[in-house]
């Protein structure tokens, strides 16, 4: 295993202040809605808006200042990498899809990186960015290969465990297998009876087919991961205990329901914890997940 138990636990005490100790709670508004006990933590108070900042901010600390860096990214991974490189004084460069959200285009501008925009999805942006480092001589940061990404996200779990709760389940977007990956690895030893459950939108199942040994022939109906990162599949077999998948409509009403009962604003993706806690049968009495973005 790649990820380090004592990086996990800096990560907690040197990322940036403004990314860690988020909100956590049992709101029971919400637990009455999904008829269970759910601990929530909020990852979308931060001024990125996403949990993306911790794992960035804590990959920042090993890079050597003025060096560029080049990523590829739809956008909260983009703008945490931009805010990293303005706090430790690299530039930063993006490549994204022409498909990506305007807004989050804007937003990566505004904090200062160069966003390059290019036609194709994600892949293709993610082999431009490849190709455009190797040639200019900058660092390629891939956002779920680098165990420091991973274990930045980590520090989530870190705090969540101070809540003193047992918890049955711990329910989290899946996405490109950093945020997951990262907390199990913290969960699986100081919280072992804890069943790790990944949540794949069903329009994008790739990194679940991977997981249970297959590959993903069909489309992928979102922008998402189509092509899975080796060392993310690795790590995702070693610690997570089940997959689901989540349809559109589900996604769309755990968000109403975050609205309704936390009033908090989530994008799709960070509304996937409860789209799966909603719709399946999830094992145990206490379930905690992670609210990781509002870039709507």
């Not at 009455?32 to 996403?50: F, G, H, M, Q, Y």
């Not at 918890?167 to 030893?189: C, F």
Request: overall charge negative.
């Amino acid at each position: 295993m790649d990820l380090d138990l004592e990086n996990i636990a800096r990560a907690a005490k040197i990322i940036d202040p403004v990314f860690r100790d988020s909100p956590q709670y049992v709101d029971e508004q919400l637990c009455a809605e999904l008829d269970r006990r759910i601990l929530v933590k909020v990852e979308t108070t931060n001024p990125l808006r996403s949990f993306k900042g911790r794992g960035a901010d804590f990959l920042a600390t090993s890079l050597t200042a003025a060096h560029p860096v080049v990523c590829a990214s739809a956008g909260n991974f983009g703008q945490a990498l931009a805010y990293a490189g303005r706090t430790h004084g690299f530039p930063v460069e993006v490549f994204a899809s022409a498909q990506a959200i305007p807004a989050k285009i804007t937003r990566m501008r505004s904090l200062g990186a160069t966003v390059h925009q290019i036609e194709g999805d994600f892949t293709g942006a993610k082999d431009t960015a490849r190709r455009h480092a190797e040639r200019t001589g900058a660092i390629f940061i891939e956002d779920g290969k680098d165990p420091a990404i991973s274990e930045g996200a980590g520090s989530i779990a870190v705090e969540l465990l101070t809540a003193g709760l047992a918890l049955d389940a711990a329910v989290l977007p899946v996405g490109d297998g950093a945020l997951i990956t990262g907390m199990a690895r913290w969960l699986k030893e100081h919280s072992p009876s804890t069943k790790i459950i990944g949540v794949c939108a069903q329009g994008a199942p790739v990194l679940a087919h991977a997981w249970a040994g297959r590959t993903h022939t069909g489309p992928v109906d979102t922008i998402a991961v189509r092509v899975p990162v080796p060392e993310a599949v690795t790590r995702l077999k070693a610690l997570v205990d089940d997959i689901v998948l989540v349809d559109d409509d589900a996604i769309r009403r755990a968000a109403d329901t975050a609205l309704h009962t936390l009033g908090l604003v989530l994008e799709p993706a960070g509304a996937a914890g409860l789209a799966a806690i909603a719709a399946h049968d999830i094992p145990g009495e206490t379930i905690a997940t992670v609210l990781t973005g509002s870039n709507v």
